[in-house]
């Protein structure tokens, strides 16, 4: 008995008070939060132009995710204790806060290393063993769907389509640059239209040229004729982009999707530094979007209707990835061992924590307000007892 009441009667109001405390989650979409697609389904309508990435439900379903906060409920097998952590979703506190890990260990690795130094006699050239390098997809080849199916490494089952891009042009960069590690930034354009980066740092570096653009920024390209011929930035390529760029497109002979742009990595003042172009990948996806501040997406119905144009690369970056499971960034152990990124201590004792299962946002809620009040009815019956014992 507690206060008179049963104990079945005196748990009654812990659940509707728990019920009362729990927020009411304002949704964009009827899904309420939730991610409805079947993965291979869902790239299938896209590829075969049943669903769109324009779809301004299918954003509204993407934003509804992102903001909803699952939690992932663990037990310590050694004392029984439970704790809830918030799962990593693209956009929220927890996945911008890994990411930001992961840019700072780059940073940290590359800090005070030199991969260019000058060519002897020329005062604007460089030898450089670090390549920016970007392509795109060209519109009349490639629908946006289409576009961000190429650059997944691994087909549908039954579909005929472009795949495993990345990797082929890897491969193509071996044959003329030799071995090197590769950073690869699957990123989105305003549009919605994939337009990846890759970083390349190379074991035998390449000269490079100061060259200043029509808008006056300086950046460092590749001037050996032998190299410029082999990925199709040769003179007699360069002139007939100039008459007809979808045939230099359909003739380059290592990226025949649409447009590819060499950029060389050196130290010089006034250039992109080694710095800023291997943390330049991360710069999306270290925003926090789904708490307030200027990058919010509270309110935001959805991503059609921004006007930002980098708010829109970034929500597009995020929704292109998620509909096609691919990796934002990635860098393998040839990328690390060339910058000297040190590999993560593994603890050889097992986990005392074991993962039991995931909760949505609001039975995380609810459960965490329910022990709030069985709490304070455990109080007041302590408080009542040690009244009733004084007197």
Same mark, same amino acid.
């Given at each position: ?7 079945? $009667? ?35 309508? *896209? ?32 004392? @029984? ?19 930001? /890990? ?18 002897? =006699? ?18 009349? +080849?490639? !629908?946006?769907? @289409? ?6 490494? !691994? ?22 640059? @030799?071995?090197? =590690?590769?950073? !690869? ?15 390349? %740092? ?10 200043? &653009?029509?808008? =006056? ?14 990925? &199709? ?9 100039? #008459? ?11 990226? /025949?999707?649409?447009?590819? $742009? ?24 270290? /925003?926090? %979007?789904?708490? $307030?501040? +200027? #990058? ?10 921004? +006007?930002?144009?980098?708010?829109? !690369? ?7 990835? +998620? ?8 860098? @393998? ?5 060339? %910058?000297?990124? *040190?590999?993560?201590?593994?603890? $050889? ?6 993962? %039991? ?13 329910? #022990? ?20």
């Amino acid at each position: 008995m507690t206060d008179g009441l049963s104990e079945k $009667d005196a748990v009654r109001p812990r659940l509707k008070d728990a019920f009362r405390n729990v927020p009411k989650p304002d949704f964009r979409t009827k899904n309420c939060g939730s991610w409805p697609f079947d993965n291979e389904e869902l790239i299938r309508d *896209l590829v075969e132009h049943r669903r769109s990435l324009d779809d301004p439900l299918l954003q509204a379903i993407l934003l509804d995710w992102m903001e909803t906060e699952d939690y992932n409920k663990f037990i310590n097998l050694e004392t @029984g204790e439970i704790i809830f952590a918030q799962s990593a979703k693209r956009g929220n506190v927890v996945y911008a806060t890994r990411k930001t /890990k992961n840019r700072d260990k780059v940073k940290d690795a590359i800090k005070d290393k030199i991969f260019d130094y000058p060519v002897k =006699g020329f005062r604007n050239r460089r030898m450089t063993r670090l390549l920016l390098v970007t392509v795109n997809f060209d519109r009349t +080849k490639f !629908t946006a769907e @289409g576009a961000w199916a190429a650059l997944r490494s !691994t087909p549908v089952e039954g579909m005929d389509y472009t795949f495993n891009v990345i990797n082929k042009l890897n491969a193509n960069i071996s044959k003329i640059f @030799g071995k090197h =590690g590769t950073l !690869t930034s699957k990123e989105a354009q305003s549009s919605g239209y994939p337009a990846p980066h890759l970083i390349f %740092i190379l074991d035998e570096p390449v000269m490079v040229e100061r060259h200043v &653009g029509k808008n =006056g920024v300086v950046s460092w390209r590749l001037c050996e004729s032998r190299i410029l011929n082999r990925i &199709g930035k040769g003179s007699l390529m360069r002139k007939l982009a100039k #008459n007809d760029y979808r045939k230099a497109i359909d003739m380059n002979p290592i990226w /025949k999707h649409g447009f590819i $742009d060499f950029e060389g990595i050196v130290s010089e003042n006034d250039s992109r530094s080694s710095m800023n172009a291997i943390t330049y990948p991360f710069k999306y996806l270290v /925003k926090c %979007i789904t708490q $307030d501040g +200027k #990058n919010s997406i509270k309110g935001i119905p959805d991503i059609n209707s921004i +006007k930002d144009k980098d708010k829109r !690369t970034m929500l597009f970056t995020h929704l292109g990835n +998620k509909c096609f499971r691919t990796r934002d960034v990635s860098f @393998g152990k040839g990328f690390k061992d060339r %910058i000297g990124m *040190l590999p993560e201590k593994k603890s $050889d004792e097992p986990s005392q924590w074991k993962r %039991i299962r995931t909760l949505t946002g609001y039975e995380h809620d609810f459960i965490m307000a329910f #022990n709030q009040q069985a709490a304070l009815i455990k109080l007041r019956n302590s408080l009542q007892s040690s009244r009733e014992a004084i007197t």
